[in-house]
Nanobody, 121 residues
């Protein structure tokens, strides 16, 4: 069982930045596909960003519009979020899977417990 733990959430004003972190209990990034998801209040969970363990390609939800960056450094996965908008308010989760998943796939094998991001206008 892979354990994931998110951190870095908080409250910011619109236009601000946050960087989320996802750590694991074992080195995973060559073994697992990794991604960030979010669930806004009252809405379904949606894919934010994905980083492939085959070649390191990155993929983003359409709403990101170039403002977020997913990357891995020192055995930690990050989501750097700039120019945040109030509609980014959500619980953010990191996820991992042995298989090649897409952001549109809701059923990833492993999930963290989430970190809350709140953006005020």
């Amino acid at each position: 069982q892979l354990q994931l733990m998110e951190s870095g959430g908080g409250s910011v004003q619109a236009g601000g930045s946050l960087t989320l972190s996802c750590t694991t209990d074992k080195y995973t990034y060559s073994t697992y596909q990794m991604a960030w998801f979010r669930q806004p209040p009252g809405k379904e969970r949606e894919g934010v960003a994905l980083i492939s363990n085959h070649g390191g390609g990155t993929y983003y939800g359409d709403f990101v519009e170039g403002r977020f960056t997913i990357f891995i450094s020192q055995n930690t996965m990050y989501l750097q979020m700039n120019n945040l908008k109030p509609d980014a308010t959500a619980m953010y989760y990191c996820a991992a899977d042995y298989y090649q998943k897409r952001l549109a796939d809701p059923l990833w094998a492993f999930w963290g417990r989430g970190t809350q991001v709140t953006v005020s206008s």
